[in-house]
């Protein structure tokens, strides 16, 4: 798969338009903003494996590869790409389709890999359960 096309065969986990309220004063997508949205799409296959709540507990690594625009549509792509007896590491694939004038390109504008923990009801980590 080339960094500019969206990965086949893959749904991705969120998608979402971005507005003029999410610019930086650098003209581009607050990278926060970004952020928030990879940690929302992070936690999705990590609920869904502990089918239960799940913390962040790190961000093990975070890159911006391209600048995030107003008007891009970004898709995340997450993957659990290790688990523990409490935590899982996912890696998470942003990808911008950005249209200009009829035509879309696509985009990867960042990847992260973060750490998430499977907690009780008390907010205490729990093992992952077995699938």
């Known amino acids: 798969m080339s960094e500019d096309s969206l990965p086949e065969n893959r749904i991705p986990v969120i998608r979402v338009p971005t507005r003029p309220a999410d610019l930086n004063p650098g003209g581009s997508i607050f990278g926060g903003w970004i952020m928030s949205y990879v940690d929302i799409a992070g936690s999705i296959p990590a609920l869904e494996r502990v089918r239960g709540p799940v913390v962040t507990r790190a961000v093990d690594s975070f890159e911006f590869k391209k600048p995030v625009l ?3 549509l970004i898709s995340c792509y997450a ?15 942003v990808y911008a389709e950005r249209m200009s004038k009829g035509d879309i390109s696509i985009i990867k504008v960042t990847e992260a ?13 729990m093992p992952i359960p077995d699938n």
């Open 70 to 72: 107003v008007g891009d």
């Open 79 to 93: 993957d659990i790409v290790s688990e523990g007896r409490t935590s899982m590491k996912v890696r998470v694939e």
């Open 113 to 125: 890999t973060l750490t998430y923990v499977a907690i009780d009801e008390n907010r205490q980590p």
